[in-house]
């Protein structure tokens, strides 16, 4: 394959992901790790795999073509053992005893959604047509727990923004002991209604979707302790000034719950007893907003509240409301806890993040090594480590046996990335510059593509990134100098960097574009041609964009931008809130970051790219910028993709857009 072929590597692959082991879990005693895999670098059926820690061999447990099933395998539950798994595939669900090999479907309702087996192995809790509903383990005594008393209420679910912004994806945890639940209710029908339809097929009617704008109405979420008995036990707390639900469990010391106020500036871990009341275990206070993360709030054995809090520049990890961890090293996730031991990641350079432990009579150890980004679990002496620096790698370390790989079938890149890490200014903005393959010292000035995301909860710095960098340096070979920058509000640089973009989600974000730009420019003289610089992003890296051709004409003279939220009232409460505020109350905020009212400032080229079926970004971002763009006599381009989500996945589309892409950059800034 030539680097041509890169934009159809990225389609066949989903962006490298196939054929990549993922949600590894070992069983309670080490012997065994389940994971998920497809055959192939370009297969999407992902299969269910379990591999031997001892020896290091692979067997094959469900594969989902030999269930006649026409999609991969999702995720999967197990029971406290580990040995018997449940998931949900093709609207059927399925059992499988890891140990045996042997797999079977279990008799379910119509379309079971979040199947979770309880501890003991004996029963599976699903979701179907909004109903928490239980099955014995053998199909028999399937029955309703909580069933929806109007539509657009569902039990057993998570809501969109917990989904999206909380990092909870569950509504409904087993008891240890597989008697009871504790199931969230959600209550949807005071969201605002909104519709998405296909306009290339009239015929279809559109899909309604229930989406908590900035400054509306959210879900009214409700916990409820339901037993296999028919008992049913509402959770009590101060709902009204709580109203956000982000993190529930139940484990050894009884149920418990994180709960969030709407301004997002505290939240209080509750104790849930059995009558339904609650007491409150810790609680969190910020001036901006309490920073939630992956894993929190959990419990030791020992019953110890594992939990985070901020300390001016650091994040960091805490026991019963205890530091734990030293200054500099930023908390990132919890991936869990056996016995008092807890197990995270966190960074001390923001472009790499490690596997710690933290033990009380031991304290904090690395247990990764090398430049990268490190995640894993441990359980019975297991220590499932996954590395990504060049390439992708889990590696397996059982107590006493020797490492081994989880195999990897993932297609390597064409194209081979040679970012140049840099740091750039006073705030030592971390950038990667890629250039030409061949280029050499003294070639004439590129033209320059900024190609940032540079938002929260994401960067595109990293040792060892994803995809992006396959792209940039694809960029880079067309015949560009591409500079990537993450700039304040940036992940993994801790609380005053992440709170530096609130009330202001522009102004920032495009100062430390700007000023990457030209500390790079002073760094390599005569490298970058600063009159034909160019800016592409997608979501809010396509808003960046977008801001940089209206407000910045003489630094940036054409922008190619995706998904991008051009109105930010018209995005979701948890996450614009957070940075932006109450719209009622900061309507400054939002102003300040309004693309649309900016329009009649273009003087740029300007390519708007929107997915029509995005739920996330909707299309009346794009249309609407577009609309005023018309009104105001501005020339843009619109380029709208049908049946494409937030991120297109179909093969043609995703190769294309990228070529697409390309020309309108090459043709903007006059480049051969």
């Not at 916990?223 to 101060?238: A, K, M, N, Y």
């Not at 959990?298 to 960091?316: K, M, Q």
């Not at 739920?615 to 794009?622: I, Q, R």
Request: include cysteine.
């Amino acid at each position: 394959m030539t680097t041509d072929s890169l934009p159809r590597q990225l389609a066949r692959t989903r962006r490298f992901t196939l054929g990549v082991p993922v949600q590894p879990e070992p069983s309670a005693d080490g012997a065994t790790v389940l994971f998920l895999r497809g055959r192939t670098g370009t297969d999407p059926l992902t299969c269910l795999w379990a591999l031997d820690t001892d020896s290091g061999t692979e067997r094959l447990i469900a594969d989902p073509a030999a269930l006649g099933a026409a999609t991969g395998i999702a995720s999967y539950s197990t029971d406290a053992d580990g040995r018997y798994t449940v998931f949900a595939l093709d609207g059927a669900l399925w059992l499988a005893d890891t140990t045996e090999g042997a797999v079977r479907a279990v008799a379910s309702a119509e379309e079971p959604e979040d199947p979770r087996l309880d501890p003991t192995g004996r029963r599976i809790a699903y979701v179907s047509g909004g109903a928490l509903r239980v099955v014995d383990a053998d199909g028999a005594n399937d029955r309703a727990l909580a069933e929806p008393e109007a539509e657009d209420v569902t039990y057993g679910l998570a809501e969109y923004v917990a989904v999206g912004e909380m990092y909870r994806d569950r509504g409904h945890w087993w008891s240890p002991d597989g008697r009871a639940l504790l199931v969230a209710r959600v209550d949807e029908r005071a969201v605002t209604r909104w519709f998405l339809t296909d306009p290339t097929d009239p015929q279809q009617p559109p899909r309604a979707i229930r989406y908590p704008l900035a400054g509306t109405a959210n879900a009214e979420v409700s916990l409820w302790l339901l037993g296999l008995d028919g008992s049913r036990t509402e959770v009590h707390w101060d709902r009204a000034a709580f109203e956000y639900l982000t993190a529930a469990g139940w484990d050894e010391h009884g149920p418990y719950a994180a709960v969030q106020s709407r301004d997002q500036r505290t939240v209080r871990t509750l104790a849930v007893e059995p009558d339904g009341a609650t007491r409150v275990l810790a609680e969190r206070d910020d001036p901006h907003w309490v920073e939630l993360l992956p894993g929190l709030p959990v419990r030791t054995e020992g019953g110890a509240l594992v939990d985070t809090a901020d300390d001016g520049d650091t994040r960091h990890l805490t026991l019963d409301g205890k530091p734990v961890t030293p200054a500099g090293l930023q908390l990132r996730a919890v991936v869990g806890t056996e016995g008092e031991e807890v197990l995270f990641t966190a960074s001390e350079e923001p472009t790499e993040t490690h596997l710690w432990s933290y033990e009380p009579d031991v304290g904090v150890r690395k247990l990764s090594n090398g430049p990268g980004l490190h995640d894993g679990v441990r359980r019975g002496g297991t220590l499932v480590l996954t590395s990504r620096a060049a390439g992708h790698l889990t590696t397996v370390l059982r107590d006493g046996a020797p490492a081994h790989p989880l195999t990897s079938y993932a297609e390597p890149p064409v194209v081979d990335a040679r970012p140049e890490p840099l740091r750039l200014g006073p705030r030592e903005l971390r950038a990667h510059l890629f250039l030409p393959t061949g280029h050499r010292p003294g070639d004439g000035p590129l033209p320059v593509l900024v190609d940032p995301y540079a938002g929260p909860a994401m960067q595109k710095v990293t040792v060892g990134g994803p995809w992006h960098e396959q792209v940039s340096q694809w960029f880079a070979d067309q015949g560009f100098a591409v500079l990537v920058v993450d700039g304040r509000g940036t992940p993994g640089r801790g609380p005053r960097w992440d709170k530096a973009v609130w009330g202001d989600k522009a102004g920032p974000a495009l100062e430390d574009q700007i000023e990457g730009l030209h500390e790079t420019a002073r760094l390599r003289p005569g490298l970058l041609d600063l009159d034909r610089v160019a800016i592409r992003g997608w979501s809010y890296g396509g808003f960046l964009a977008a801001l940089a051709v209206l407000r910045r004409p003489d630094v940036f003279h054409a922008a190619s931008a995706g998904a991008a939220p051009t109105d930010h009232r018209l995005y979701d409460t948890h996450w614009q809130e957070r940075f932006l505020g109450h719209p009622g109350e900061h309507p400054e905020h939002y102003d300040s970051c309004d693309l649309i009212a900016d329009a009649p400032k273009l003087s740029r080229p300007l390519l708007l790219i929107q997915g029509l079926a995005d739920d996330n970004v909707f299309p009346v971002h794009a249309l609407r910028l577009s609309s005023a763009l018309l009104a105001a006599g501005r020339p843009h381009e619109v380029l709208p993709l049908r049946g494409a989500g937030h991120r297109p996945a179909d093969e043609a589309t995703v190769e294309n857009l990228l070529w697409h892409e390309l020309g309108f950059l090459r043709r903007s800034l006059g480049v051969e």
